[in-house]
T-cell receptor, first 119, second 111 residues
Framework: NAGVTQTPKFQVLKTGQSMTLQCAQD?????MYWYRQDPGMGLRLIYY???????DKGEVPNGYNVSRLNKREFSLRLESAAPSQTSVYFC??????????????????FGDGTRLSIL | AQSVAQPEDQVNVAEGNPLTVKCTYS??????LFWYVQYPNRGLQFLLK??????LVKGSYGFEAEFNKSQTSFHLKKPSALVSDSALYFC?????????FGKGTRLSVIA
């Protein structure tokens, strides 16, 4: 039962390098999310995809792009990495069942994160 | 815009004692509230949620939370803490956008 799988688990980049973080879920969930976690800041939403074929900006989208490749996969790209993007990145997914408030409030399932350091 | 405050960075409690982790929220419209737990080097795990109905919500691992609309609070509680409950706890609220998380409260349960 893999759930949400993120690759790689660790990465060190130099300033200006590009990088794509991969995320895949095997739960047939419609919605997927990318967060970053910084000490004392909690989790902040970068981008999300409510369903296959759609993406929307979250709280901190600058410097990132995303691709919802198919229902299973949602990737996050750093085009030109900056030290301020050093963080732990989490991918999550959630189901779309029920209607109304039940539909939009399904729990999110998280991967174990990618620890990214930018020098 | 919605927001969540967790006023305590750290909560220490002795094993067997009751624990409370505090959360207050601000949102326009109906509040949809969540608690998640994070163990070291792991992603967040869902504990419980309040959508509507009974103000006392029961969740995983013996945790419960009380929704108080007048105080805009959603405190997490457990009657008897275990050492294995030591972790980072996040409160979150959904408003017009996907979840907004608090900054987290580190719970340490001391044997």
């Amino acid at each position: 039962n893999a759930g949400v799988t993120q690759t790689p688990k660790f990465q060190v980049l130099k300033t200006g390098q590009s990088m794509t973080l991969q995320c895949a879920q095997d739960m047939n969930h419609n919605s997927m999310y990318w967060y970053r976690q910084d000490p004392g800041m909690g989790l902040r939403l970068i981008y999300y995809s409510a369903s296959e074929g759609t993406t929307d900006k979250g709280e901190v989208p600058n410097g990132y792009n995303v691709s919802r490749l198919n229902k299973r996969e949602f990737s996050l790209r750093l085009e030109s990495a900056a030290p301020s993007q050093t963080s732990v990145y989490f991918c999550a997914s959630s189901n779309s069942i029920g209607t109304g408030v039940l539909l939009i409030n399904q729990p999110q399932h998280f991967g174990d994160g990618t620890r990214l350091s930018i020098l | 815009a919605q927001s969540v405050a967790q006023p305590e960075d750290q909560v220490n409690v002795a094993e067997g004692n009751p624990l409370t982790v505090k959360c207050t929220y601000s949102v326009s419209g109906n509040p949809y509230l969540f608690w998640y737990v994070q163990y070291p080097n792991r992603g967040l795990q869902f504990l419980l949620k309040y959508i509507t109905g009974d103000n006392l919500v029961k969740g995983s691992y013996g945790f419960e939370a009380e929704f108080n609309k007048s105080q805009t609070s959603f405190h997490l509680k457990k009657p008897s803490a275990l050492v294995s409950d030591s972790a980072l706890y996040f409160c979150a609220v959904r408003g017009n956008t996907p979840l907004v998380f608090g900054k987290g409260t580190r719970l340490s349960v001391i044997a």
